[in-house]
């Protein structure tokens, strides 16, 4: 059987903490038998091309700023990983960070909201907006998400949600 290999970039401080921390090599051993090795890029090799993919997959949401537990949820093949680029609603640094402000919400209320009730998990990092969720509830929250980035109001895209 041939071995599959695919490669995944993280940013630096996202693989710094892979780094130092180890636990993350005990939980894969259990749920896979995928080889993932940390260089500059993150290898990960095994002969099941869908384990394979879904590992990558749990390694971009951990690089997209979700904790680690979180991630693994995408070895599970009934979840995805939504990510959305704040920047193409964004020209300048500022209106970014009003943009990122705006998914959050006074004290995470809006995004605690959206989480809640399409049954996600959001992380904001960088420029982006990642989602992970059933593919169903996933899409839901990225629309909501796609509604307030566009300058709807708040109530208008949370009543979207149901």
Do not use: C
């Amino acid at each position: 059987m041939r071995k599959m290999i695919e490669y995944i970039s993280i940013p630096e401080e996202r693989m710094e903490l892979l780094k130092r921390d180890k636990n993350w090599e005990r939980q894969f051993k259990k749920f896979s038998d995928v080889k993932v090795s940390l260089n500059e890029d993150i290898e990960i090799a095994g002969g099941d091309p869908i384990a394979v993919t879904r590992v990558k997959l749990a390694f971009q949401a951990f690089g997209r700023g979700f904790d680690f537990d979180s991630s693994m949820t995408l070895l599970d093949e009934e979840y995805t990983l939504e990510i959305i680029d704040i920047s193409v609603y964004s020209k300048s640094r500022n209106r970014l960070m009003e943009l990122k402000g705006r998914i959050i919400g006074t004290e995470g209320k809006v995004k605690n909201i959206i989480e809640k009730k399409t049954e996600t998990k959001i992380a904001i990092y960088g420029k982006t907006v990642a989602i992970i969720g059933r593919f169903q509830d996933a899409d839901k929250a990225k629309d909501a998400i796609h509604l307030i980035l566009s300058g709807s109001k708040h109530g208008t895209a949370l009543r979207f949600l149901g």
